[in-house]
């Protein structure tokens, strides 16, 4: 593969594109899904399915039932087919919107690997290129300056400046490099400068991209505990009703006050199953690990999405997750007659060659106080760097100046005497969690520097937002308890624990666990793999090991580790989608049975049974109408319910009791107002229809050419 195939290719897949979601195709899998496999993995819609498919054979060919003939209207048991099909059509629609979406996303991440080819080094050293698909776990490759990467690997030799923006969206490029923690690179990212060998620890299929291709497209997603519980839920619900609904039959028959025609039957059946939910449970599930990928995080499976809304406890590192990771310069504090701008200047003159965040945070804040500035030759001055045994580091200019900042035992070691007052702002400084540096000036102490490992901004009200959502946090650090104590009361977590060993983690989740609770935690290190292993929501960040990604059940791409907290609100609202939904189909099911239930006694009158009026709250009076307004309601709100299926139920973090309070009133009574104002209007509407001349004459059509076989 030429320089230029290379650089072609680097252009090509560093472009991101908005997946398409192509009608055409949606509307082919929408009519595919009819097989009989694809509808018996949903037991609700499975039994609409088969009632629709009766329903197509009794009204074709109704003389293969002698026993309705006294009751058979080819117009109307050809209407309620007809709506069946588009019940079952409706929800076929809803997961291939779902799928479709996901497709779209996966199709724009494999165009990242397509025809992509390795430099495989060879066992005497050299290289050959190889197609990528041929690559072996275990296997060394060579990646250079313009070339893509072909497969998940470790470096295990170089380093290397990658653009990941075709995996992760991010535009600013990352240094990944041997013999440290972030060794692990992702097939598909582009090596922009540096010469790397990689280990391969992927074959092509089983890659994190591919995986998330898997995810995106449905072909990955098992269904998730809880959808499994509903499922069998529906289908208890449903059975429940069909022994209703014959038992309903045989009172009817028996007392010979009403006769109810087949067609009504399965009418009744289908309106009070819970059909709604039934039909919108994939696209939900589908949506929630489309949003997962969208947020830019492989997700092993749709449990571990499922399982962050369910969470009762988050362990969160501190360095990198809650605060900033270094430590930045917030205050000077001037000895006792040394003038601040004597300070100021000590303190950029022995940190403007220091290339540390501490040090660039010291000139930062120095300049913000319009500190004097003095312009520094090339040669005219030595650096002394920090060392572990020197535990200071400074400047020796040419003239003889030298200027040092350091702790405050190094600063008096070497020679400064640090006044009592220095002292106790020191202690002070150190007992809130901060870490104060000393900073002398030709052995003279100036004053002090304040470092303070910064807590992330906002992410105080996202913890808050953990609290309401009743989840609680726990921070985990090597520091000691006083410098741990400060950082957590300012980022407001619920609990925290100092000095922690990498078994810590560990210990701490098996605890909680074994009370029962759902815990989650991030990590990227290989001592982070046994604890990731064991949570039940483990993110690992793309960046780290091998080991920390296998052991989690979640990847962020963007190796953001507050990324969790963004998942726990999508596993939320999930589970918040999926309950409403529910309550709305439910609550849609009662108001079905005051427009059918009414509608079937409507001709006995009020002689025989007199308090059947009082139950036709919407006035029907037309029997086979309301039947026909009803069952047409129960398939138009599924089309209509896709969007907020797929986008999910907008999300605040609340309390349980007011989340179940909002739930009943805007999805569950809101639910019922839906379903009687619907039917209400179906049923005005098909009244205004039946009065045009040309209905009646396809009326007639229909039951001159409709029966075969005649009655």
């Not at 005497?124 to 197609?131: I, L, N, R």
């Not at 009504?264 to 919108?280: D, H, R, S, Y």
């Not at 600063?411 to 002398?440: C, F, H, N």
Request: proline fraction near 5%; charged fraction near 20%.
């Amino acid at each position: 593969m030429s320089e230029e195939e290379f650089a072609q290719l680097g252009a090509r897949v560093s472009v991101r594109r908005r997946p398409h979601t192509s009608w055409r195709r949606v509307l082919g899998d929408s009519f595919r899904m009819f097989s009989p496999a694809q509808q018996f993995r949903h037991p609700v819609m499975f039994c609409v399915y088969v009632l629709f498919l009766f329903l197509v054979v009794l009204t074709l060919v109704p003389s293969l039932f002698p026993d309705i003939a006294h009751s058979y209207n080819p117009g109307y048991y050809l209407a309620v087919t007809i709506i069946l099909f588009l019940t079952v059509w409706f929800a076929n629609l809803s997961q291939a919107i779902a799928e479709a979406q996901g497709r779209a996303q996966a199709d724009t991440l494999r165009e990242i690997r397509s025809g992509v080819r390795a430099r495989q080094v060879l066992p005497d050293g050299k290289t050959a290129w190889v197609a990528s698909d041929i690559l072996h776990i275990g296997d060394s490759i060579e990646v250079q300056p313009g070339e893509p990467i072909p497969i998940d690997g470790d470096i295990t030799s170089g380093a290397a400046l990658i653009d990941e923006s075709m995996m992760t969206g991010e535009s600013e490029a990352v240094i990944r490099e041997s013999g440290g923690d972030k060794t692990s690179v992702l097939g598909g990212t582009l090596v922009l400068q540096g010469t790397i060998r990689v280990r391969v620890t992927a074959v092509r299929g089983e890659s994190f991209l591919d995986r998330l291709i898997y995810l995106v497209e449905g072909q990955g997603r098992e269904p998730t505990p809880n959808e499994l519980a509903l499922g069998v839920l529906l289908y208890a619900f449903t059975i429940t009703l069909f022994t209703v609904v014959v038992t309903f039959i045989f009172l009817a028959n028996f007392t010979n006050i009403v006769y109810v025609s087949v067609a009504t039957i399965v009418a009744l059946f289908v309106c009070l199953m819970p059909t709604t939910i039934g039909a919108l449970l994939p696209a939900i599930g589908i949506s929630g690990i489309n949003r997962v990928a969208r947020a830019n995080v492989i997700a092993k499976s749709g449990k571990a999405v499922e399982a962050a809304g369910d969470l009762d406890l988050l362990i969160l590192d501190k360095t990198g997750t809650i605060t900033v990771g270094n430590r930045l310069a917030v205050q000077f504090i001037p000895a006792p007659g040394v003038a601040p701008e004597k300070l100021l200047e000590a303190a950029l003159l022995c940190s403007s060659v220091d290339e540390t965040p501490e040090g660039k945070s010291i000139v930062r804040l120095a300049a913000r106080r319009n500190a004097p500035t003095r312009r520094l030759e090339l040669g005219s001055y030595k650096v002394l760097p920090f060392t572990a045994e020197r535990r200071m580091s400074g400047i020796l200019l040419q003239d003889g100046t030298e200027a040092y900042k350091g702790s405050m035992q190094a600063i008096e070691a070497y020679g400064a005497v640090l006044p009592p007052e220095l002292r106790r702002a020191g202690a002070q400084a150190a007992q809130q969690g901060m870490t104060p540096l000393a900073i002398a000036l030709n052995k003279q102490a100036v004053g002090l520097v304040i470092l303070k490992d910064v807590v992330k901004p906002g992410i105080k009200d996202r913890i808050r937002e953990l609290r309401t959502m009743g989840i609680r946090t726990v921070m985990c650090t090597g520091d000691n308890r006083l410098t741990a104590a400060a950082i957590a009361k300012e980022a407001g977590v619920d609990d925290f624990v100092a000095e922690a060993k990498p078994e810590t983690k560990l210990t701490l989740i098996q605890q909680e666990k074994a009370e029962g609770r759902l815990v989650a935690m991030t990590g990227d290190g290989t001592n982070d793999a046994p604890a990731l292993a064991r949570a039940d929501v483990g993110l690992s960040m793309n960046s780290g090991t091998s080991a920390a990604k296998e052991a989690g059940n979640m990847v962020d791409l963007d190796n953001d580790p507050t990324k969790l907290i963004e998942i726990v609100s999508i596993g939320k609202q999930l589970l918040i989608t999926r309950g409403a939904l529910t309550t709305f189909s439910i609550t849609n099911d009662v108001a079905k049975y005051f427009a059918i239930i009414p509608a079937l006694f409507i001709a006995v009158g009020a002689a025989s049974l007199p308090g059947i009026a009082i139950l036709n709250v919407m006035g029907l009076s037309n029997p086979q109408l309301a039947v026909l307004s009803a069952l047409l309601f129960n398939a138009i709100i599924i089309p209509i319910l896709v969007p907020l299926a797929l986008a999910g139920v907008p999300f605040r973090p609340s309390s349980a009791i007011d989340l179940l309070r909002k739930n009943l009133v805007l999805y569950g009574f809101g639910g019922l107002v839906t379903a009687f104002v619907g039917i209400k209007l179906l049923y005005l509407l098909l009244a205004w229809l039946i009065t045009f001349p040309f209905v009646h004459t396809l009326g007639v059509i229909v039951a001159h050419y409709l029966p075969f076989g005649g009655l």
